[in-house]
């Protein structure tokens, strides 16, 4: 019941509940905007490598991103802390851009998908009942706070492509990134994951060592489920000969664009042939073994070795959240 009355206190403190509105839209982005503005302003929000200053505040972060040898880094991230002027919650994401405007599409969506989920977060909790927020269990409560979530997370993903495809400054026709992001509320995790970046969690196992759970699945065209949306729509799913192994997606009659995933924002060159930028939207309540959580893009993954990775854990082993990003 704590965690509810605190939820809606925030509320009451971020936003204006605008009811019976003109046009049935959520009232609150223009609130959801400024807050972004203040939290960067105010030093709550990192964008860069750094730490995130905010008075009072029990949580790290470490971000470290380095340009690959493919040319232009098109990776990005986002820390945000207290998010929605909420105390006990916190917004990570990390987006891996590709093609020729990748760099901008990922920072246009790092930059949209903060207030958009803060906007669709407020409408929802504002048309569920309140009398039935607090009445419910415990073990109840925490999934109807994840199904808030995962409700708002859907709803975000799909106006966010939706608006990308429109916004004529960026060419994303043949260009898109994934987007792998979590909140934490109180004791929950909330990860949403479009692409194949990918969430580690470092937890303490019974002999105090750190172990790795992986928290998302890695997108790719060659797993069955992906495979099969994809040639439905008629895409194809295949390897180049001198990329044995990497599963790449192509139009019917073209071998274009061949993208190693099955799921990003963008590259509206092929979404009717199997592409989504539907997220996996999962969640998970920390207890008191877990250390921190590792977000990673593919690129980190498929280099580092087992025990490099132990190294980055043990490293970290006590910082609540380590964001790692790598093109």
């Not at 949306?229 to 192509?250: K, N, S, T």
């Not at 963008?266 to 920390?286: A, M, Q, W």
């Not at 087992?306 to 380590?322: S, Y």
Request: some cysteine.
């Amino acid at each position: 019941m704590g965690h509810f009355s605190s939820m809606f206190n925030g509320l009451a403190r971020s936003f204006s509940m605008k009811k019976g509105g003109k046009n049935g839209k959520c009232g609150g982005r223009e609130t959801a905007d400024a807050m972004a503005k203040e939290a960067k302003k105010n030093d709550m929000m990192l964008c860069s490598s750094g730490i995130v200053h905010v008075d009072g505040s029990n949580n790290f972060a470490s971000v470290f991103s380095k340009r690959g040898q493919k040319g232009v880094n098109q990776d990005c991230c986002i820390v945000w802390e207290e998010f929605g002027c909420q105390e006990d919650m916190i917004f990570c994401g990390i987006f891996d851009g590709h093609g020729p405007w990748g760099h901008f599409v990922a920072k246009r969506v790092r930059e949209s998908m903060p207030p958009s989920l803060l906007c669709n977060w407020q409408e929802t909790l504002a048309q569920t009942s309140i009398d039935q927020a607090i009445d419910v269990e415990e073990e109840k409560s925490k999934q109807y706070r994840f199904n808030i979530w995962k409700h708002s997370y859907l709803k975000t993903c799909a106006a966010i492509d939706q608006e990308l495809e429109q916004y004529r400054k960026i060419d994303s026709f043949y260009s898109g990134t994934t987007a792998l992001s979590i909140v934490r509320q109180g004791e929950l995790i909330v990860i949403a994951n479009v692409g194949d970046s990918r969430a580690v969690l470092a937890t303490t196992s019974d002999d105090g060592s750190l172990v790795p759970v992986q928290l998302t699945i890695d997108f790719k065209p060659n797993l069955p489920q992906e495979a099969e949306r994809i040639i439905q729509c008629q895409g194809r799913v295949f390897c180049l000969e001198d990329e044995p192994g990497v599963h790449r997606v192509w139009l019917p009659d073209e071998e274009s664009p061949g993208l190693a995933m099955s799921r990003a924002f963008g590259d509206y060159c092929i979404k009717g042939h199997g592409l989504i930028s539907v997220p996996e939207v999962t969640h998970r309540n920390i207890s008191s073994r877990d250390q921190f959580v590792v977000l990673a893009t593919d690129g980190v993954w498929s280099l580092v070795l087992e025990t490099l990775i132990a190294t980055v854990f043990c490293v970290c082993l006590q910082l609540h959240i380590l964001i790692e990003i790598n093109s």
